[in-house]
C-alpha cells in the first residue's frame, strides 16, 4: 500500500510523520462509531484503483499494529501487511465477496515476537451509488491461546517420570526422520522384563528409581543424532539413525544390552535386568505407528529367541492371520458351528472297536477346513480352549448317549477327551465333566480324559487334586503323548492314571529304529508293573498293528485302522467291526 491509501478525511496537508492517534481514529468517518463500539480490532478497507484503502481503525486495531502510541510508523506497517498475504486476502474479499474465504490465519513476525492473528471479513454497505466495495476487517490476536497450546502439547509429549519423549512424542519423531531425504533410521524397543515383579516386591518408588536409573543407562549408549523415548510403563524406544543397515541396527542393540549386563542397585540389593529389544527399520513403511507397532512385535519374538530381533513381515502376517484365527473361533464357538469326528481305538487282541477319541473339527465357510494344530494353539493362547473344551466335552457325552439310545443299550465304548494345560489351570474340570455326565445321563467309566504331561509339570499339586476328582466320578484318567514331556516316574506313581498313550513319534518309528523298539517295550513294561493300560497313537500299518500286539500294548488308534469320523459314520464303524 502506498502513503495515499488515506480516504479525504485525514486533515487536508497533514504530513504522514506528524499524524496524531486522534486524527487516525477518526477516519472511519459515519462508521465511527460503529468501529469504537466494537470490543475487538477492527478496520474498514476498500479498493481504490485495485489498491487497499483504509476507511477506518479503531483503537484496538491501532495496538494489535504495534503502532500505538507512535502513530507516525502506522502507514509503514500497514504497507507491509499490504504487501503480505493478509492484503492479497482482503483485496480478494473486496473483489468477490461471494466467492472468497473470510476467515484467515495470520502468522506475523519472527522469534519471540511473532504473532499468531486470526483475520475475518464481512461485507458492507457500498458508499453512495456507484461506490467501491467495502469490508470490515476483525482481528484476534490468538497469541497467547496458540502458545498455551503449544506448551500443553510439549507437556503433553514428555513423559513426566524420565522428562523423556511418551509414546506420542516418539511417534512425531519417527514421523519427522521417515521424511528426511536420504537418510535412514531404526526404531528399537526396549522391554523390560519382570518389572512388575520389582514393583510388587519393592514398591512404586523403588520402580520408578528403576526406570530413571534405566533410562540414563540407555541414554548413554546413543550416538550424535539417536533419540530416547519412554513408550509404556517398562518400555523405551531409541530412534537410531544408521547408514550400513541392518548391522548396524543390531549393534545399537548389543550396546544396550551391555550396558544392562552390570546389575543396579535399589538401597541394599542389586537387581539384575533382562529386556527384550525389537527391531524395525524405517525403509519397512513409511508409518510412523505401523513403524512403531513392528517393533514392538519383534519384542515378541525376542522374547521367545532370548536375543534382539529384527521385524519380518512374514511372521507379521501370521501373527495377522492367528488373531483373525481368533475371533473367527469365537464367533464359531458362538454359532455352534464347530464339529466333533471321532476315531476309533481298537483293541488290538480280539480287533474290535473299544472306544473313540473326540476330535475338534472347523470347516469355515470362507476358508474351508482349518487344522486343529492351527486353531487349537490360538484357542489356547486367547483362553477360548475354555469354551471351547466344554463344548467338546457335552458333545461328546451327549453324542454317547445318542448311540445308546439308537442301540437300545449301553454300548461297551468309551470316548475320550483332550484337555489342556490351560484348562487344568484355570478351569473346574471335574464341575465341567459332571455337569457332562448328568445332562447326557452317562456313568462315569463311559469318558476317558485324556491329559498331556505337560499339564501335571506346570502344577503338580494341582493335577493331583483334578486326577482325584475325576476319579471320585468313575471317569478314566488318560495320560496323553507319554515320553515327549517332563514327568517324573514319581508322578505316575503319585497320580490315579489308568491308560499311558504312547506318543506317535515312537510308534512309528518301530520298524526301523532299534531305540523306538526298546522306548515302547520300556512304556510297556512299565505299565504293566503300575497297574495301567496302554494305548498306541499313530498306527499307520499292519506290521505296526501286529508288532504292538505281540509286545502287549492293549488298544491301538491310527489311519491303518480308520481316520477320525463323522458321529454316524463312527457308530457304523463299531458295528463293523464287531464279533458274533
Partial sequence: MTADAYRPAAPDGARLSSISEEDLLRLGGEDGALLAALPIGAAIFTLNDGRLWIEGINRRFLDLSGCAGAPETFMATFKRYEAGPGGAFARAFLADPAGAPDEMELVDGDGVARRYLKLKLSPLARSGAGGAPRCLMSVVDRTPEVMAERTLRAEMLLDSLTGLPNRQGFADLIETAIGEEDARHAVLVVDMRRFSRINESMGSMAGDELLITLARRLKS???????????????????????????????????????????????????????????????????????????????????????????????????????????????????????????????????????????????????????????????????????????????????LARWDAEAGAPLPVHVGINLSAIQVARDNIAEMVGDALRSSGLSGDRLTIELTESSIVQDPARAVKVFEALKALDATVAMDDFGTGYSSLAYLQRLPIDVLKIDRSFVTGMLTDRDSVAIVRAVLGLADALGMSTTAEGIESVELATTLAALGCASGQGFYFARPLEADAALDYWRSRRRG
Avoid at 529367541?305 to 469365537?330: D, N
Avoid at 476330535?359 to 493362547?381: N, Q
Fill in 221 to 399: 549408549t546413543l550416538r550424535s543424532g539417536d533419540v530416547l523415548a519412554r513408550t509404556g510403563g517398562n518400555e523405551f524406544g531409541v530412534l537410531a539413525r544408521i547408514e550400513t543397515g541392518v548391522e548396524q541396527a543390531m549393534a545399537a542393540a548389543e550396546r544396550i544390552r551391555e550396558v544392562l549386563t552390570a546389575p543396579f542397585r535399589l538401597g541394599e540389593l542389586e537387581i539384575r535386568v533382562e529386556c527384550a529389544i525389537g527391531l524395525a527399520l524405517t525403509e519397512q513403511s513409511s508409518d510412523p505407528e505401523e513403524l512403531f507397532r513392528s517393533a514392538q512385535f519383534a519384542v515378541k519374538q525376542a522374547k521367545l529367541a532370548g536375543r534382539p530381533q529384527v521385524y519380518e513381515p512374514s511372521e507379521a502376517s501370521a501373527a495377522r492371520r492367528r488373531f483373525s484365527i481368533e475371533t473367527e473361533l469365537r464367533r464359531a464357538l458362538d454359532r455352534d458351528q464347530l464339529e466333533l469326528f471321532y476315531q476309533p481305538l481298537i483293541n488290538l487282541e480280539t480287533g474290535e472297536v473299544s472306544g473313540f477319541e473326540a476330535l475338534a473339527r472347523w470347516t469355515h465357510e470362507e476358508r474351508g477346513e482349518i487344522s486343529p494344530t492351527e486353531f487349537i494353539p490360538v484357542a489356547e493362547e486367547s483362553g477360548l480352549i475354555l469354551q471351547l473344551g466344554r463344548w467338546a466335552t457335552d458333545k461328546a457325552a451327549a453324542t
